[in-house]
């Protein structure tokens, strides 16, 4: 059921408020005992069903209550995959208030990820959030802030952190963390992410300088889909799997894959409560409203630790990891003479929760979380904000801010469009 008018969302939103204010912030069948019982599943509902969402209908554990988006094709789509008696709404504000859903995935492009999982934590429901977490740092602080004081579990959706084999590198990124642990690499550390490392960063995903305004189909609500982006008139390049390549809605392969690539270096140099102190960048003018390419992205931390985005490949035959006292290459192939016996003797790194189920179950904090995952995030959002100035800039890891520069501030508070704020 969709809310029609600037005014009636207003309405709704004053009707609904005292609603959220007096909703546990307890899952529904979390009793006083503090944990659900194994044989009661938890249920689910999916905001954004076009692609990613539609993929993340079904994981073990979960079943789907609800389907949000606004585009009807995609609704009705969904509804008939997800099977049963499955809900579809076309206002996510109204997904959060049903009291049988336990967790809000959120599919939808990244302009709306931080308003949709606040609101989501202020009603009560766990959050599975895909990346990257927030378009702007401002909408990440607010989230952090939105999870933590109303004691919600959050998860980012990339995993590299704790599964899986980590694009080049032929290895999860376990002993790579080990690795830097030890010391045997020597400190500060420079890790070059680069096409001749194993990453990709999808350049195709830039947006068009010379867009028509088109009729919205039928399907869309493209005013509902824009939400709190400036208002542009509609061009299918805008929507669904072209969004990406436009500043308004997400950041080109920075955007996409940034948080993909960047926060597993975030891990194993382990910086996850801080943040690099600078980003410089190489990089041709950028149009304000379609994203484009870039040649090189450096951030520095305040210990001298270095990550390189290697845009265009020029760095061949770098190292994925380099320190005074040896490398590390893609394959796990290092210049250290023995390392895998070097490393046996070293421990291994502390175990993280990583099935999402068991953290929302015990109410246990997921290995990537609202914390970190805002961190790493903030890294991404550091260099978006560079590119679209056209300047590199310092930044203070503890306030969370530009220094000396106004214009780059701006931009970790954008404004949004009446009446959607966070």
Not at 219 to 242: F, I, S
Not at 393 to 413: C, H, M, S, T, Y
């Amino acid at each position: 059921m969709a809310i029609k008018s600037s005014q009636s969302r207003r309405s709704f939103l004053k009707k609904t408020a005292g609603a959220v204010a007096a909703f546990s912030i307890i899952p529904r069948h979390v009793m006083g005992r503090g944990f659900i019982a194994p044989s009661d599943q938890l249920s689910k509902a999916v905001i954004g069903v076009g692609g990613m969402g539609k993929g993340h209908l079904k994981y073990a554990g979960t079943r789907v209550a609800a389907v949000c988006d606004v585009d009807r094709n995609h609704l009705k789509e969904a509804a008939a995959l997800a099977g049963g008696d499955v809900k579809m709404f076309t206002d996510y504000r109204e997904v959060i208030q049903l009291p049988e859903v336990d967790i809000v995935h959120i599919a939808t492009p990244p302009h709306w990820h931080g308003i949709i999982a606040a609101d989501a934590a202020r009603a009560g429901k766990d959050i599975w959030c895909e990346k990257p977490m927030t378009k702007t740092i401002g909408e990440g602080k607010r989230l952090v802030e939105a999870v933590q004081q109303n004691g919600r579990i959050f998860r980012l959706n990339t995993w590299f952190r704790f599964t899986d084999n980590f694009y080049g590198m032929n290895t999860t990124v376990k002993p790579i963390k080990k690795l830097v642990q030890s010391g045997l690499l020597g400190w500060p550390l420079k890790v070059t992410v680069s096409k001749h490392t194993g990453f990709d960063w999808k350049f195709y995903w830039v947006g068009k300088t010379n867009l028509e305004p088109m009729p919205v189909p039928a399907e869309l609500d493209y005013d509902t889909w824009l939400g709190p982006a400036q208002y542009k008139p509609y061009n299918p390049h805008r929507v669904h799997q072209t969004f990406r390549g436009y500043w308004d809605y997400d950041g080109g392969g920075l955007g996409d894959m940034g948080q993909h690539y960047i926060d597993p270096i975030q891990y194993f140099l382990g910086k996850d409560d801080t943040s690099p102190i600078s980003v410089e960048i190489d990089a041709p003018q950028q149009n304000p409203d379609a994203v484009g390419t870039w040649r090189r992205i450096e951030y520095t931390y305040a210990d001298g630790c270095k990550i390189i985005l290697d845009g265009e490949g020029t760095d061949v035959g770098a190292p994925y990891i380099e320190g005074p006292n040896g490398k590390l290459y893609p394959g796990f192939v290092s210049d250290i003479p023995n390392l895998q016996k070097k490393l046996d003797a070293f421990p291994d790194p502390e175990p993280q929760v990583t099935d999402f189920i068991e953290a929302v179950t015990k109410r246990k904090k997921f290995a990537l979380n609202e914390a970190n995952g805002f961190r790493s995030c903030t890294i991404v959002n550091m260099g978006k904000v560079a590119l679209q100035l056209g300047r590199s800039l310092k930044f203070d890891p503890i306030k969370q801010l530009f220094v000396d520069d106004e214009g780059a501030n701006r931009l970790i508070d954008q404004p949004m469009r009446a009446p959607w704020t966070m």
